[in-house]
């Protein structure tokens, strides 16, 4: 099981921004693509955005397209997901995991197990 520390949430009014942090313990996250997940309340899990191992390639949900960014930091053994413009359906409990693939892609399924998350409240 790959361990991870999701952190940076908080309460931010509509409009606003943060920045979550997703940062792998125990294992080096340099060789796997890793996403965001969030869920809502009363909703399921969903994938918001992911990025290749290489940090080449992201791909993003429509939902959040144009305000959200994913990038890395692998010195930091950190993936973070740049939260700008912030609505109120953003407002869930986020989630990171990771794949390991042989090729360089952004593709991020989901796990089995998932770690504690970092809750994002945005509301005025």
């Known amino acids: 099981q790959l361990l991870f520390v999701e952190s940076g949430g908080g309460s931010v009014q509509p409009g606003g921004s943060l920045r979550l942090s997703c940062a792998a313990s125990?294992?080096?996250?340099?060789?796997?693509?890793v996403g965001w997940f969030r869920q809502a309340p009363g909703k399921e899990r969903e994938g918001i955005s992911c990025?290749?191992?290489?940090?080449?390639?992201?791909n993003i949900a429509d939902s959040v397209k144009g305000r959200f960014t994913i990038f890395r930091d692998d010195a930091k053994n950190t993936v973070y997901l740049q939260m700008n413009n912030v609505k109120p359906e953003d407002t869930g409990v986020y989630y990171c995991?990771?794949?390991?693939?042989?090729?360089?892609?952004?593709?991020?399924?989901?796990?089995?197990?998932w770690g504690k998350g970092t809750l994002v409240t945005v509301s005025s």
């Open positions: 990025i290749s191992s290489t940090g080449s390639r992201t």
């Open positions: 125990g294992f080096t996250m340099r060789t796997y693509a």
């Open positions: 995991a990771a794949k390991q693939w042989s090729i360089d892609i952004a593709v991020c399924p989901g796990v089995d197990e």
